[in-house]
């Protein structure tokens, strides 16, 4: 059972009440940062974007696990995975595009097939960007709706946020990322049990078929099996031979 937009939101709150200055600092000089960005045209923006939105996911995650968290974190992404994380923003960004071309819906739907790659590419930094992509497009394959619904959920909170000029945000920005990685680390942890649990169904099966292939029975045929039914045996016919005289 995976966990609704109440529960994620619970625990988003728990993780943000452990670390929120933290949290919202670090919010805060990545939205800043991505501003500094956008000074020079395209470039500087696609250049940062991806990974410090890797790097955002990261500092996030640990904080999830109550692990202390800092703004250096956030620049893990140039670190760690600045290729893979630079050109998987820029592939789901066209990708996002080319499909809302297609009307509004459909872009708005591949945007939440996508909405795990980065996250997934934080997790595993062995993928290349292609495969996280991927990986997310599976795995939310019958959740988007879900997350859809955690997003709505925050829909009073963001009119909040707008009456208040923003200054709502620093407690409910903080906790809508917390609500999403919360919602992430579910849905992670449950579709890799799915696969282990899987694979290991398919060893099994293989070994098994393996063993029957290999196992070769030999019968020892019993007393009863070697007795000879009396109507097959043939007895030797008489013959006659003429006396001597």
Known sequence: MYINSIEAKKIGKENMNFQWGASLLILALYTILLVAGNAIPVIGCVLISGPLFFGLNYVYYRASFKEKINGWDLFKGFEMQFGDSFLAFVLVQVFSFLWSLLFIVPGIIKRYSYAMYMYILMREPELTATEAIAKSVNYMYGHKWRLFCLDLSFLGWTILEAITGGLLSVYVAPWRM??????????????????SGSANNAEAAQAEDAKEESEVKFETPSNDDMTVDPKFIVEPEKIDFPEQE
Not at 178 to 194: G, P
């Open 178 to 195: 917390h609500a999403k990685i919360a919602f992430y680390n579910d849905l992670y942890e449950k579709k890799k049990a799915e696969e």
